[in-house]
């Protein structure tokens, strides 16, 4: 096959992906759901689970391994700018004032219910479910990981369409969020460099050039970029000098961070938290990098993770029903009992509290890229992949009617129990 065949080949799936991601979206949206959920259940439908099987060979050929390569690449690349944009989306003032101790509160219970059930179930399916040679204490890690991620970008523009993310709990939901996230990011970041390393050295060399690399970043780096930043606001507009300095900054040190055993999206992350806090600045980021990212770029990555999902597993009398109801089970649980225990006990009413601990159960687009990761390092297997895929479908998608169930049109705009945290949060999905 020359050059110009494969092209097309790469043309043509990318075609299918942006056509089909759309239109799934868009008919999530009808129902009442975020676009995600939709993007998310279109990408599982373009792998195995409907057409491979209805027309196998036509997905096949649509889809052969030398494509799919290029689609891992594009992915990781749609990937480390989706989490730079996260990072430079997040308002420091976010963490301070009175409310943060009740939002680290409220992270807490979100992060150690889900953790530790998460690992319990890990430990029950060992067995079946780990990849060999993978130790038990790293597989318990990684799923209690995965099910303590919130989506905090989704939540964002979630409580932005509502009109709620300067309410109290808008506010202590996002901070809680964010917290939750950051902390699932340094301990995938800790399981990836035991798990890939050839000894403890290896592992903590690893471990130590993510935290000098993080810690020059948010030192050096935010100065440098905070002089960037005002330089911006003398001229009114991010100049392509100054765009394409960026743009060279976030590959390489999405490079640095996949080069010394840490994912790409690390290093988008830290370099997004570096960025100067300014509104000017965010406005021409996200204008110049969200529509292709999110409109092409992360429907890829949800088509590559649907190529990836197996569910041969979940025919009748499949072996993997099980451990899908229980790590499904745990999952939701440990979110939602968790984090409405905390916010009842904060002094909100139990129609609040519900409503956080649905939103909180929100994992979207997180989930996939903390699985991905795994999937990527050898982690996780096929099985356990498809079950994190449902997990992460099921519970982004429960999370808007248990939120709409617990607080009618009209009460989610009531303040009570304590003074909202007003969050500048981004509306990338």
């Not at 130790?135 to 799923?143: G, I, P, Q, Y």
């Not at 297997?381 to 429960?398: D, K, M, Y």
Request: charged share 10%; proline share 4%; with cysteine.
């Amino acid at each position: 096959m020359n050059q110009i065949e494969f092209a097309l080949r790469v043309f043509a799936a990318l075609a299918a992906v942006l056509a089909v991601t759309t239109l799934c979206g868009r008919l999530a949206m009808l129902v009442r759901q975020p676009r995600v959920v939709g993007e998310m259940v279109a990408g599982v439908l373009l792998g195995p689970a409907l057409f491979g099987a209805v027309a196998p060979g036509a997905q096949a050929q649509l889809f052969p391994e030398d494509v799919k390569g290029v689609l891992y690449v594009l992915s990781t690349i749609g990937l480390t700018f989706y989490m730079f944009l996260v990072g430079a989306s997040l308002d420091h003032g976010l963490a301070a004032g009175r409310n943060m101790r009740r939002a680290a509160g409220l992270a807490v219970s979100g992060i150690v219910p889900s953790f530790a059930l998460g690992a319990g179930a890990a430990a029950l399916f060992f067995g079946s479910l780990a990849v060999e040679g993978t130790s038990r204490w790293e597989f318990m890690l990684f799923v209690g990981g995965a099910l303590s991620i919130t989506a905090f970008p989704m939540l964002a523009r979630i409580l932005q369409e509502r009109g709620i993310a300067n309410t109290p709990i808008g506010g202590l939901t996002l901070v809680a969020a964010a917290i939750d996230d950051a902390a699932a990011w340094v301990l995938l970041a800790v399981i990836i460099a035991v798990g890939a390393a050839n000894g403890p050295l290896d592992a903590l060399d690893t471990v130590a050039g993510a935290a000098v690399f993080a810690l020059l970043m948010l030192t050096v780096g935010r100065t440098l970029f905070a002089r960037l930043g005002q330089r911006v606001e003398r001229h009114g507009r991010v100049s392509r000098d100054v765009m394409a300095l960026i743009l060279f900054v976030v590959l390489l040190a999405g490079w640095f961070t996949d080069y010394i055993g840490v994912f790409s999206v690390f290093g988008g992350f830290i370099t997004g938290l570096a960025m100067p806090q300014s509104a000017l600045v965010r406005r021409e980021l996200e204008t110049r990098l969200t529509d292709l990212n999110s409109i092409l770029l992360l429907p890829v990555f949800f088509a590559f993770s649907g190529l990836n999902t197996e569910v041969s597993g979940f025919g009748a009398g499949g072996a993997l029903w099980l451990p899908l109801v229980v790590i499904m089970a745990v999952a939701f649980a440990g979110k939602y009992l968790g984090c409405a225990a905390v916010v009842r006990a904060q002094g909100f009413s139990w129609r609040y509290a519900s409503a956080v601990g649905g939103l909180m159960n929100a994992r979207g687009l997180m989930i996939l890229v903390f699985i991905n990761i795994g999937l990527a390092y050898e982690m996780v297997t096929p099985e356990l992949f498809a079950i994190l895929v449902a997990v992460a479908i099921v519970t982004t998608a429960a999370a808007m009617p248990i939120y709409r169930a617990s607080l009618p049109e009209g009460m989610d705009q009531e303040a009570v129990g304590v003074q909202p945290v007003p969050p500048k949060v981004s509306t990338t999905p």
